[in-house]
């Protein structure tokens, strides 16, 4: 049965947007469920590096409101090989999920794996896949792709939403341009520089320990640059999609900073996303980048296939 056409509105039992970036991941996918002809069920999600379990948890909470009749069936899997989580996160964000949405089997439905390994799901196990600023953590870009292409179901779709290298201000440090050096040298001089300026993360780490000084701070981001970022321009991203013949597409972006000035002056939020693609939005998407996260939508289909096999005759 075809999802009913949802309400933009969501309801008075919505859970509150904690985060923009879930609000937009949500509203994303809720709009492309909306349009597949026959979405599978159960309604398979994976959260790819679903890190504390906020989105899982807001997923797992807002979909059913959205499309009462679509049972939703949520797993995820972070990278245990990747240095910058806390030790145990893990154990707490199945023990969080637990609490927030009891019934679901979480010891098995979460992950942990190497960075390196292939996933561990069958092909075609999903009908939809997320992550929330994971891709420019993310080196091999080639595995990342072949393993969404591979467990996403036929007619699935992949949100991703993460700051590209268009981005002015790196997200993590808040400094210009700090992840645009090549120059190890020179990108550890320029945090340096705005550190003892007093900007960007320098201020909270330095509440936090008041010894700490801007030469430390640059040696040790520097690294942490080098080491688990891997920014990339957008046409980067959308050529991975295709070499894994994934459709590749940017076009909800501007829903994202749409929705966040709306928001911003006491508007409700919205589930849905309207006028996709249009020029203003195409506009608003090409200006936002430099400022915030990007949304790269990936799709699996085969509708070439179905169309050569009707016009030969075969269906």
């Known amino acids: 049965m075809h999802p009913p056409d949802i ?19 949500l509203s994303v996918l809720a709009t492309e469920i909306a349009l597949m002809e026959t979405p599978p069920t159960p309604f398979r999600i ?12 807001y997923l797992g909470h807002a979909l059913p409101i959205l499309f009462p009749n679509l049972e939703v069936e949520i797993h995820g899997f972070d990278v245990s090989d ?27 439905r979460l992950k942990l794996i190497s960075e390196r390994e292939a996933w561990p799901y069958e092909d075609g196990f999903f009908a939809a896949a997320v992550s929330n600023q994971v ?64 900007r960007g993360k320098f201020r909270e780490h330095k509440r936090k320990n008041p010894r700490l000084t801007p030469d430390e701070f640059a ?34 972006t501007a829903a994202y900073f749409v929705e966040k000035l709306r928001l911003m002056r006491g508007g409700a939020p919205r589930y849905r996303v309207e006028g996709a693609g249009g020029v203003r939005h195409g506009l608003v998407s090409w200006l936002g980048r430099y400022v915030a996260s990007v949304t790269l939508v990936l799709t699996r289909t085969d509708r070439y296939d179905r169309y050569n096999r009707e016009m030969s005759g075969d269906e």
């Open 46 to 57: 994976l959260d790819i590096g679903c890190g504390d379990g906020l989105l899982i948890d």
């Open 135 to 198: 891709l420019e953590h993310v080196h091999d870009h080639d595995l990342f792709f072949a393993q969404n292409a591979r467990v996403l179901a036929c007619g699935g779709v992949a949100v991703h939403v993460f700051p590209s290298r268009h981005t002015l201000i790196e997200p993590h440090l808040r400094i210009p341009f700090a992840h645009r050096f090549r120059d190890a040298h020179g990108m550890r001089r320029m945090i340096r520089l705005w550190s003892s300026l007093n």
């Open 82 to 108: 990747h240095g910058v989580q806390p030790q145990g996160y893990f154990a707490a964000t199945i023990a969080h999920l637990e609490q927030s949405l009891p019934g679901a089997d979480w010891p098995a």
């Open 7 to 25: 309400d933009p509105r969501g309801g008075p039992d919505m859970p509150p947007v904690l985060s923009g970036t879930h609000l937009q991941i």
């Open 219 to 252: 040696a040790a981001h520097a690294d942490f640059l080098i080491r688990y970022t891997n920014f990339r321009f957008q046409t980067a991203y959308l050529d991975a999609a295709k070499a894994h013949r994934l459709h590749g597409t940017f076009k909800y």
